[in-house]
């Protein structure tokens, strides 16, 4: 009976028939319903009656925030809920039919749009279709992709937390046409942006630590006019700086940790110290230049890596001041300049103490001043006779010669002081006194000369050594001050950065967390 070509056919036909049936079902009461319905107007029976439209939003991704633009996009499923009188059927005249799925377009709705838009786009990406049940209610649930704006406070960048909302309200409708509120499940208000965990797509950039949802009465705008009402869902979002601080803030705080260790360089290096931190200083202003291009142009406020940039930027040109001091004071003299005793107390006795440096001690000559006043037009600073004036002028070979001349003359009188005048030579003796006796004379000048002169050369070379001594001292003194003001700045910084936390509550006085109660 089951092959029978007729009972195939007869089954065939019933299943056909019933799938029409059903099909005009749906037709027949999409067309007793539109039969004399108006979209156009409001679904109130009595001109006092208000609608009432329930609204629930349902987050799925926070797709980015331009800082620079201040405006976040999201992409959000707005759910919508009122009742339509027009809209209404008995299940029993339609064969149990409970659903009904009508275009948005042939029914009425709220206008309900996002005020705080930024490119003009206020509606619905999709206008899919309503489903309508047989009291007259009807749920709709369109996606869109929002671009609303957000001001940002650049106070604490990157280590800031923003509060961006979605203000909506409806285009054409007052408060005595429609009411705005949240949608209420299971006797509990949904105060809050709905997420689902398996939908929700976080964030690489940006984490959300509270996502409240409130009814907003506008007292600038008559009840009387559209506007006046509106719902508000509040995104309270914390920035995650791992990228800025990979990227910009520890490459920063690596170079200008080089610009401190040139001060381990010789005092007397001092333009190798420029050029190392001039380089330090052109890396910083590149890194200044990058952040400048992430946050929005605005003088209300200096982002804190921007400040921290700019302190680093001071620092460096401290510590190139400070090389160009100590290079002036490390090649300083006794000819150009002369030490006062304060100077010598503190930078010689009192500060090399006090910092544990290992200075050789200066001999008592060189405790007193080095450069003692010039006489007689002498370079050495000492008076010098005309006879030994003369001599100096001398070729060095003529020098020689008389200095080999004299000695022979000592030589020959001391060795007959030695072994004694002979009998009948005393008178002989007495005239090669007489004769040896300038010659004497002028070999203990030039003695006593070259005395002086290697006295004052090492009085020279003393103050020298003071002065570089001075400019070791100063270099030390200036790289502790550097490298406490570096290591402070630093760290006030990140205690700015550290402080600054996302509030507890989402808003200021009210202690309700706006999330779901656990069960």
Not at 9 to 18: E, H, R, S
Not at 148 to 173: G, M
Not at 194 to 209: S, V
Request: net charge neutral.
């Amino acid at each position: 009976m089951c092959g029978d070509p007729g009972f195939l056919l007869l089954l065939w036909l019933l299943a056909c028939g019933l799938g029409t049936q059903g099909r005009n079902q749906e037709e027949r009461l999409l067309a007793n319903l539109m039969r004399d319905y108006n979209p156009h107007l409001r679904p109130a029976e009595h001109k006092e009656d208000v609608v009432n439209v329930s609204l629930k939003l349902t987050l799925t991704n926070l797709i980015s925030l331009n800082e620079r633009k201040e405006a976040l996009t999201t992409n959000v499923w707005i759910e919508m809920q009122w009742c339509d009188y027009r809209l209404r059927w008995d299940p029993q005249d339609y064969e149990g039919l409970w659903v009904l799925r009508v275009p948005s377009t042939m029914v009425w709705r709220p206008d309900v749009v996002l005020e705080n838009n930024v490119d003009g786009v206020f509606e619905v990406a999709l206008y899919c279709n309503v489903l309508v049940s047989p009291d007259g209610c009807i749920y709709w649930l369109p996606p869109a992709i929002f671009r609303s704006s957000c001001p940002i406070s650049v106070t604490y960048f990157p280590f800031d937390w923003q509060n961006c909302s979605l203000i909506f309200q409806s285009q054409t409708y007052s408060t005595s046409e429609i009411n705005l509120q949240l949608r209420q499940e299971d006797g509990q208000t949904i105060e809050w942006i709905f997420t689902d965990p398996e939908a929700f797509t976080e964030n690489g950039e940006w984490a959300i630590r509270h996502r409240p949802a409130k009814m907003l009465l506008d007292s600038a705008v008559p009840a009387e006019e559209a506007g006046h009402q509106k719902v508000g869902f509040y995104l309270v979002i914390q920035r995650k700086p791992l990228f800025y601080v990979i990227n910009i803030i520890a490459p920063c705080v690596l170079i200008s940790s080089v610009a401190i260790l040139i001060y381990f360089l010789p005092a007397k290096a001092g333009g190798q110290k420029c050029t190392v931190a001039i380089n330090v200083l052109l890396a910083q202003t590149v890194f200044l230049f990058l952040v400048a291009k992430k946050v929005p142009e605005t003088s209300q406020a200096v982002p804190l890596i921007s400040k921290y940039l700019t302190f680093l930027l001071v620092v460096t040109i401290l510590i190139v001041v400070n090389a160009v001091v100590v290079l002036n004071v490390s090649l300083r003299s006794p000819h150009t300049h002369s030490m006062a005793r304060g100077v010598r107390k503190v930078f010689l006795r009192l500060l090399p103490q006090l910092l544990r440096m290992h200075v050789r001690p200066l001999p008592p000559a060189a405790v007193q001043d080095a450069r003692p006043r010039l006489q007689n037009g002498s370079s050495l600073g000492w008076s010098v006779m005309a006879g030994e004036q003369g001599a100096l002028c001398l070729p060095h070979s003529e020098l020689l010669f008389r200095q080999r001349q004299r000695n022979g003359l000592v030589r020959a009188v001391l060795e007959e002081l030695e072994k004694g005048p002979e009998p009948g030579q005393s008178q002989e003796f007495c005239g090669s006194l007489k004769q040896a006796a300038p010659a004497i004379q002028k070999c203990v000048g030039a003695c006593s000369l070259i005395a002086r002169a290697r006295h004052q050369q090492r009085h020279f070379d003393s103050g020298n050594e003071e002065w570089f001594l001075v400019g070791r001292v100063l270099d030390r003194v200036c790289f502790l001050a550097m490298l406490s003001l570096f290591l402070c700045g630093t760290a006030g910084i990140f205690l700015m950065a550290h402080y600054n936390r996302v509030p507890a509550f989402p808003f200021p006085g009210d202690p309700r967390p706006y999330l779901p109660s656990p069960d």
